[in-house]
């Protein structure tokens, strides 16, 4: 059974910053993409940043230049270091993985909180 856990999210003030981490456990299929998700209350969910198997990153224009997305295949572990943050980026997070052949999986979701 696929298992993604999160961890490191919590409450820190703007401008301050945080480092999240996902492990996928349990498959033994290849980690394609993988990727960070946030839903804030009353909103959609939405992409913050996504890594390729070679490594080639893309971000939301939110966080461009403030968040870096990362991963090591050899422990099947993303990361997302979040840096200047600021009230708006309060949310839960969700790690996201795709899977050989095309299977997405998704963590349990930690939550951000930004204050101001």
């Known amino acids: 059974q696929v298992q993604l856990v999160e961890s490191g999210g919590g409450l820190v003030q703007a401008g301050g910053s945080l480092g999240l981490s996902c492990v996928v456990s349990?498959?033994?299929?290849?980690?394609?993409?993988m990727g960070w998700y946030r839903q804030a209350p009353g909103k959609q969910r939405e992409l913050v940043a996504g890594i390729t198997r070679g490594t080639n990153t893309n971000y939301a224009d939110s966080v461009k230049g403030r968040f870096t997305i990362s991963r090591d295949n050899a422990k099947n572990t993303v990361y997302l270091q979040m840096n200047s943050l600021k009230p708006e980026d309060t949310a839960v997070y969700y790690c996201?993985?795709?899977?050989?052949?095309?299977?997405?999986?998704w963590g349990q979701g930690t939550q951000v909180t930004v204050s101001s």
């Open positions: 996201n993985a795709v899977l050989y052949p095309n299977n997405n999986y």
């Open positions: 349990g498959s033994r299929f290849r980690i394609n993409n």
